[in-house]
């Protein structure tokens, strides 16, 4: 088992900045792909980014490409997000997943572990 806690959600107004976290315990960091997903209210969980085991792979939805910067810390077993140019669009909770392979999916089903989410809000 995997658990993951995400941290360093809140309120900032379009434009603004926010560095998301995902703190993982359990298993070995380094041997799970992961990802970061979304979900507004009324809406589907769609994907964001993901990041492969060494770090050295990522992918990003169109809609943050550009925009938003996904990295890892072995050392601190620990995910970010850097959100930059943070549109009202943006406004959702965002979910840390987890998978155990180095492939970089992109669908809510292929990830097995999942965080608790922390909500964004963005200001128009």
């Known amino acids: 088992q995997v658990q993951l806690v995400e941290s360093g959600g809140g309120l900032v107004q379009a434009g603004g900045s926010l560095r998301l976290s995902c703190a993982a315990s359990g298993r070995t960091f380094s041997d799970y792909a992961m990802g970061w997903f979304r979900q507004a209210p009324g809406k589907e969980r769609e994907f964001v980014s993901a990041?492969?085991?060494?770090?050295?792979?990522?992918i990003y939805a169109d809609s943050v490409k550009g925009r938003f910067t996904i990295s890892r810390d072995h050392s601190k077993n620990t995910v970010y997000l850097q959100m930059n140019s943070l549109k009202p669009e943006d406004t959702a909770v965002y979910y840390c997943?987890?998978?155990?392979?180095?492939?970089?999916?992109?669908?809510?089903?292929?990830?097995?572990?999942w965080g608790q989410g922390t909500q964004v809000t963005v200001s128009s």
């Open positions: 997943a987890a998978r155990y392979s180095d492939v970089l999916f992109t669908f809510v089903h292929e990830y097995n572990f």
């Open positions: 990041i492969s085991r060494s770090g050295g792979n990522t």
